[in-house]
């Protein structure tokens, strides 16, 4: 646990109003006093000004010593929802503290809570103590869009007692808020076209296609009829079943346009905040990921632009399974930030510009493309990705260029425009319907609410969503 910072010089002291009229009649009288040559005046004049200037000296050394710990409840939120944000603020000093205004500091673009005044803490308490050194702050903060928002430190505005200067002083440190994209609920009736035995299963049978894998035992209440194991069953006289169908870990993956390289080329200008296309595409990510998940598939999230080179995330290299990979994959995305004019091409220069991408694996998955504006090199990258995919869906937006679509539909890709977030749910449901052609039967969507591949037992990525003192 950290430990908690103390108050810092956040501004210099400046007057009240209170002040700056005694300022203003200090000066007055001292322009009398010369002009009538009223010397007695000149007195009055001095402690007009004088008494400013020492309240301002006095708040200026007068540090609060006070230690804040700060909560939000629930830890991490959704975009278009809130958080309660909880202070708990305690006195440090073995004076009372009071007379002091409060005001926790936000990013940018939020809505921060008035200022208020800070009710009266009593001095700190080591040997019994009773909590009246410690007073309890809360309010509500909504949050629009996703990204990690740094909220805090709280700011204490402190005065003299005659209320002359005041001094804003920062008191603790800042936290992070994680604010994750919407997620679409999508059809649970449509799931994806991949074996449940699981891709790696597949490639274990493909390798040793003579052993026996087969572990038949009694039929048990719930086991779905696609796993009976018929000769076995003949030869006990009772229902038996393939236990082997337990180990499956079907995988699929997503591809996300996160450098949106054929903007800088058509010269665009870029929008240094958001970029309503790239927030699109992580919603339609999201959307997809945590359906993927519930239905028990192992997903991994990379970028469009390199593939092979790795996920999207530098802790869990994209790759994301049940427990706990929901929360993690879209704490990942959050933190992904809007391309810009001046990132973009760092950022193709990164992850390797021309390279090749990953060689199609032998056992196919179900493969899902969110683009935005990628460009000739990206549609590549798809096209030499299509054979290891099945089915293999694009998620387009608006800006996606001509010459890419016809590109990925040459491929067999399954294009589908989305172009705003209401329509996510439709677009996912509409990717089950192929429309004519000769690759009809192999780019459909199929159902598995009843035969839903088995969850992977795999280890957690660690997002928890732990929220610890500031």
Same mark, same amino acid.
């Given at each position: 646990?950290?430990? !908690?910072?103390? @108050? ?6 400046? #007057? ?5 009229? #005694? ?10 006093s010369?002009?009538f ?5 000149? #007195? ?14 006095f ?7 006070l ?16 958080t ?5 603020v ?22 921060? !809570?008035?200022?208020?005044? *800070?009710p009266?803490?009593?001095p700190f308490?080591?040997? #019994? !103590? ?7 702050l ?9 990204g ?12 003299d007692?005659?209320? *002359? ?6 008191v603790?440190?800042?936290?992070e808020?994680i604010v ?5 609920p ?5 799931? %994806?076209a991949?074996?449940?035995d699981?891709?790696?299963?597949g490639?274990?049978?493909? %390798?040793?296609?003579?052993s ?6 009694? $039929?048990? $209440?719930?086991?779905p ?5 018929w000769?076995?069953t ?10 082997e169908e ?8 997503i ?11 058509t010269?665009?200008e870029?929008?240094? =905040? ?6 699109l ?8 990921g945590v =359906?993927?998940?519930d239905?028990? $598939? ?21 790759? $994301? =399974? ?8 879209l704490?990942?995305?959050?933190r ?15 992850t390797?510009g ?21 460009d000739? =090199?990206?549609?590549?990258n798809?096209v ?6 099945e089915p293999a ?5 608006e800006?996606?260029?001509a010459?890419?679509?016809?590109a ?10 989305v172009r705003?977030p209401?329509e ?5 449901s ?10 009809a ?8 609410? @009843? ?15 732990h929220?610890?003192?500031?």
């Amino acid at each position: 646990m950290r430990r !908690p910072s103390f @108050a810092r010089v956040a501004a210099w002291p400046r #007057l009240t109003r209170r002040g700056g009229a #005694l300022v203003l009649m200090g000066a007055v009288l001292v322009a009398v006093s010369l002009w009538f040559d009223l010397r007695d005046i000149l #007195l009055l004049a001095f402690v007009a000004i004088a008494m400013p200037v020492i309240a301002a000296v006095f708040v200026s050394l007068r540090p609060p010593r006070l230690a804040v710990f700060r909560t939000f409840t629930p830890a991490t939120i959704a975009a278009g929802t809130s958080t309660w944000v909880a202070l708990a603020v305690k006195n440090r000093s073995k004076r009372t503290f009071d007379g002091a205004h409060w005001r926790d500091r936000v990013p940018d673009g939020l809505a921060a !809570p008035p200022d208020a005044v *800070l009710p009266a803490i009593g001095p700190f308490e080591r040997m #019994l !103590p009773s909590g009246d050194d410690t007073v309890h702050l809360e309010y509500r903060l909504r949050v629009s869009r996703r990204g990690v928002y740094v909220v805090g430190p709280l700011r204490v505005g402190l005065t003299d007692p005659f209320a *002359l200067a005041r001094i804003d002083r920062d008191v603790g440190s800042a936290r992070e808020l994680i604010v994750t994209p919407r997620v679409t609920p999508l059809d649970a009736a449509l799931g %994806t076209a991949a074996s449940v035995d699981g891709v790696l299963h597949g490639l274990q049978r493909r %390798t040793h296609p003579n052993s026996d894998e087969l572990i038949a035992r009694e $039929y048990r $209440y719930g086991d779905p009829l696609r796993r009976v194991n018929w000769a076995a069953t003949a030869r006990r006289g009772e229902l038996m079943v393939r236990e082997e169908e337990q180990r499956g870990d079907p995988e699929a993956r997503i591809l996300l346009d996160t450098t949106l390289s054929a903007r800088q080329r058509t010269r665009h200008e870029f929008d240094d =905040h958001v970029h309503a296309g790239f927030e699109l595409g992580i919603e339609v990510a999201a959307s997809i990921g945590v =359906h993927l998940l519930d239905l028990g $598939y192992q997903v991994r999230c990379d970028a469009v632009a390199d593939p092979a080179r790795g996920g999207i995330a530098s802790t869990n290299d994209g790759e $994301y =399974h049940m427990p706990g990979g929901d929360q993690g994959m879209l704490e990942d995305l959050a933190r992904l930030d809007s391309p810009t004019q001046h990132d973009a091409p760092e950022r193709r220069a990164s992850t390797g510009g021309s390279s090749a991408p990953a060689r199609a694996r032998e056992a196919r998955m179900p493969g899902f493309a969110v683009l935005v504006e990628p460009d000739e =090199h990206d549609a590549a990258n798809l096209v030499a990705l299509r054979p290891g995919f099945e089915p293999a869906v694009a998620f387009v937006t608006e800006s996606t260029s001509a010459r890419v679509v016809d590109a990925l539909e040459a491929a067999d890709w399954r294009v589908v425009r989305v172009r705003r977030p209401t329509e996510i749910g439709g677009a996912w449901s509409g990717s089950a319907v192929r429309g004519p052609g000769p690759a009809a039967s192999t780019g459909r969507i199929s159902a598995t609410a @009843a035969a839903r591949p088995p969850a992977s037992t795999g280890r957690s990525n660690g997002h928890d969503g732990h929220v610890d003192e500031s």
